[in-house]
């Protein structure tokens, strides 16, 4: 089966955590650094344009099953995390970016009991544009988006009585 689809998205904006700007725990100077007067109270929705082309293939008598896409989506407005050097943070719409990657995934039933799977995944995930006041800039990666990830199983299933024995181990990174 080859598949394409389209979507959009989005997360719903929030109130944020109050940044002290007096006191001995003060964010002023960080702020300041930044060009605000003081954290911002809330942060918008972000959207999301997303774009994948796949394919899923069984074969060897359905023994062996091998799925694949390449993704593209533009996301506006970023919510992301601003962390404060005094410790303090908060979440603003920092910009919009582009993520592009792809992912493969393999499984094989070695035997009817048990099961070997691969798969692996690599994505470029930055920002394309930057909101004043954020101290990011374009080309900067977004966090927490790996670049790559694998992950590698065994699975032994076997029935006793009406129910199934699952054992699996698997490596993830």
């Known amino acids: 089966m080859v598949y394409g689809t389209a979507a959009k998205g989005f997360r719903p904006g929030a109130g944020n955590t109050p940044v002290p700007i007096t006191g001995a725990d003060s964010c002023e100077a960080n702020l300041q650094a930044l060009g605000k ?67 493969m995934e393999f499984n094989f039933k070695v035997s009817p009991s048990w099961t070997f799977a691969q798969t692996a995944g690599y994505t470029h995930a930055v920002l394309t544009s930057t909101e004043a006041g954020t101290g990011l800039v374009a080309g900067a990666k977004l966090l927490n988006v790996p670049a790559y990830s694998f992950s590698t199983s065994i699975v032994y299933t076997h029935p006793i009585a009406q129910y199934k024995l699952i054992a699996r181990a698997s490596n993830v990174q």
């Not at 099953?65 to 410790?87: D, F, P």
């Open 37 to 103: 007067t003081s954290a911002p109270t809330q942060y918008d929705p972000d959207t999301v344009w997303s774009y994948e082309l796949g394919e899923k293939a069984t074969l060897l008598d359905k023994r062996l099953t091998l799925n694949s896409a390449i993704y593209y989506e533009r996301w506006n407005k970023v919510q992301q995390a601003v962390q404060l050097a005094c410790g303090f943070g908060y979440i603003d719409n920092v910009g919009a970016a582009a993520v592009r990657g792809g992912e």
